[in-house]
């Protein structure tokens, strides 16, 4: 399997020894060989969710090309890889465009949804020793219907408990713009969030969205609860040494 990763912002710019690394390494150990395009940008999610369609295009284009050649792409973002999802509606008055932004769409993945649709593996052999609890990001359950995989691959990990978060499916408040613009109602969102975390007594909180998890995580750390919060890369690709 040969594999382009898309890293996205977030990863790049705040998480790349972290999430990066683990996504690499954890690709690499089930067999694909990753590439890193190095031309790739942000995909446009910020500019599409505030209604700057015609502004996005450009990104989308750009994205389009760069990914052009991939076997497949990879991204550690649910979020994100939903983003690619929704670029055939930006040129639904374009047959050119829209056709190319399909054949992206078609062979772009989030990370665990790669794992466990494309290559058939629930068990990567990780080892983390620590109570888990799950958030599941609304664009990626809801949108790019991804809501198995991650269950799976982390109910398979050894070592790992994994406790069931009351209201998964309600929004961390993150949104993207959402917790700019709307900032009281997003903060009241998040802390209705962290009150669950709470209740599972879990010591880490795990995610697929590094939106929601640097939103949930700033204010685990602004109300000083103890709770770890990690990318799901992370404990994939945790052999135990590390865990807690």
């Known amino acids: 399997m040969n594999v382009s990763l898309f890293i996205t912002c977030l990863a790049d710019a705040v998480y790349p020894s972290s999430v990066g690394r683990s996504t690499v390494e954890v690709l ?3 067999g694909c060989s990753v590439s890193f395009p190095r031309n790739q940008t942000c995909c446009g999610q910020p500019a599409f969710n505030s209604g700057y369609h015609k502004e996005t295009q450009k990104v989308a284009r750009h994205m389009i090309d760069t990914f052009e050649e991939a076997e497949w792409v990879v991204t550690p973002s ?3 890889a939903t983003m690619i999802h929704e670029y055939k509606k930006l040129f639904s008055d374009d047959e050119k465009w829209q056709k ?3 054949d992206l769409a078609a062979k772009t993945y989030e990370l665990t949804q790669f794992i466990v ?3 058939g593996v629930e068990n990567v052999g990780a080892e983390f020793h620590g109570s888990v609890t799950y958030h599941s990001s609304c664009h990626m359950t809801r949108l790019l219907g991804v809501k198995e995989a991650p269950r799976i691959l982390l109910e398979n990990v050894a070592g790992l408990t994994l406790t069931e978060l009351p209201l998964k499916e309600h ?3 993150f949104g993207g713009t959402f917790s700019v613009k709307m900032m009281p109602i997003s ?3 998040v802390d209705e969030k962290v009150q669950h975390i709470e209740e599972t007594k879990a010591s880490y909180l795990v995610g697929s969205d590094l939106g929601c998890l640097m939103n949930i995580g700033g204010r685990i750390e602004r109300t000083g609860k103890p709770v770890e919060v990690l990318h799901i890369a992370e404990i994939l690709n ?5 865990a807690v």
């Open 117 to 119: 649709d494309v290559l």
């Open 238 to 242: 945790s052999r135990g040494e590390d």
């Open 78 to 80: 649910g979020s994100c």
């Open 171 to 173: 929004c961390c408040g």
């Open 28 to 30: 690499e150990r089930l």
């Open 187 to 189: 903060q009241q969102m």
């Open 100 to 102: 190319k932004a399909e």
